[in-house]
């Protein structure tokens, strides 16, 4: 994977060498067709949504493992320190330092990988922590100089680092800012060419964007109740040269831009415009379908926006459709978050963050709570996908983890089944997994009073039972539900001409044939080039605004019955919340056995 991100990054440096920096009225320089992309995020404001409440939803871009955490809070002895940075393997070599640690880190809920430009693992792009803070964290390249210019090696924090230490200190959105922006301003940042996050909570959102270039430059801008962002690209436009109480920023972000002759005064200050490089998408029309020789489709946040803005009044499944939209949710798409920012919930343990452990267009959402305490053995750490995981062997102490099923391989592998022929396939699997999440909804109520009512008698303990239990009985229909799916497209498609066989030459005078090639994606010119659903403008009926108002029905569910006419696994959740953990149990292990699998 450092290769493949090296090269994009040397691809981008040599075709941007010559360009003129873009000067405010003047013509933007060309975006190279290889430019990469890494992450997508969503905050749609309050005054948007149905339930009066924000979301902040997204996911991050990374070919590599995936897997779903609960870390929890932590009292630090004095004088402890965390390792922050990265090391000479990084694309840009880094140095690992240590900062102190707080004395009380908060608990929390994310998605944690394992791969990214040679970064340390695990790596983390937020999630949700227990005072209602969320965090996305997504690329926003820095105009060329700021890159060129990086020293190496490089010190101070990651992307990474920066956004897990947001989720363990932050009470707010603004408190995550101004931790961020703090420790640049004092321990500078490890870059991989910029970066941004978006922070929230339940009163307003922030995004804040640092750049490249060892000059501890960063901006972040307020989000209001009446706004929606989209980061795909992350980017801050016309910023006061002054900053205020909704603009934050470095000291010298105003007058490093002047020295540098890429700012004039007496112009408008556009972070973007100054230190960025232009969309590398183009606009996509109200429509929602992209110009198809767009190597880059839907890389324009601002086209984005406003037809998120068309969804109001935005509901969760709203959100969750756009996450899960095929037209970027694909191989590349690593998990599925959406934040639910409630400010009247009678306990911060009953916060909820709705978590696809891979790529939401093929893997349904599973709420996680604050007060969940384990997560379920199947999506925690495996190896498939890990960095060096075909170059050493286990560790023993991970040998009963590894040998379970691994969720997010299934749900890979459900991709790979399902956008082979997504005409045929796709709007049946998201039939099943948008009604499945409609069963959970219906279930869900229940779940949060128990708990509440124990919460409320001064018993977490059995309060987060009902939840752990909840989200493991949930998380085991799922998985068991994926199965289902892949075998039957598996089955459709065998039945309708059989598997197809990659055509790739074999060169002259070898004998390995086409099936033992290398199977690792031979262009990267398109983001069209990845494996993925879009059927042009999203699903066949059209993208996550076409969709509007026709949400999941658990009647949509196929009968997981086995082939004997067994116990069916959806059986538990339609039944209600009374009957669900010995059914599932059942269901699990009827399941297993048809398949002869070894699971946890």
Known sequence: MRRMAMAGVLGLLLALASAAPAQAGEAAPPVPPDRPDKSFAVYVGADLTADGHPFLGGFGHEPSSHWID????????????????????????????????APETARYLT???????GFPA?????????????????WSDSRLELVEQTPTPQRGPTYSDLS???????????????????????????????????????KEGWVLVEMAGDQGLWAAERLGPDE??????GYIGEFPTTPDADHLSSPNLVSYAAE?????PGTPFDVQQVYGIPFPGRPVPAGGVADPADPSPYRHPPSLEEEFRRLAPVTLQDVQRIVRDPRWSDDRSGYGQVAQLADDVPDPGLRTLWMAVTAAATAPYVPFHIGTTEVPVQYRQHRYLTHDSASEYLDPQFAEQEATEYATRTFKRLMYATCSRPEQYLGTVTAAFEGFEAGELEQLPDVQRRAADRYAAGDRAGAERVLTDATARWAGDGLALGNRLLDDVLARSRADGGLREP????????????????????????ARDRMNCDLGGGWAEGGTLARKGDYGDPADVPDLRDDDGGVPAWAPVAAGAGGLLVGAAVAWAVLRRRRGKTGG
């Open 260 to 264: 540098r002759g890429w700012w004039r």
């Open 122 to 138: 695990p790596l983390t792009n937020g999630g949700l922590n227990e005072h209602g803070v969320a965090a996305r964290d997504v």
């Open 228 to 233: 929606v962002r989209v980061s795909y690209p």
């Open 503 to 526: 055509e790739v030459a074999v060169p002259a005078g070898e004998t390995a044939g086409a099936q033992s090639r290398s199977m690792a994606l031979r262009s990267e010119e398109s």
């Open 111 to 117: 998605s944690h990988y394992s791969e990214f430009v």
């Open 164 to 202: 897990r230490i947001a989720m363990e200190r932050a009470h707010t959105a603004r408190d995550a800012v101004e931790i961020v922006g703090g420790l640049i301003d004092r321990y500078g940042y490890t870059t991989y060419g910029g970066n941004s996050h978006l922070f929230a909570d339940e």
């Open 70 to 101: 609960v870390v929890p809070d932590r009292q630090h002895p004095p004088g402890a320190t965390m390792p922050v940075g990265a090391t000479a393997e990084a694309d840009i070599p880094g140095e690992l330092t240590r900062i102190p640690q």
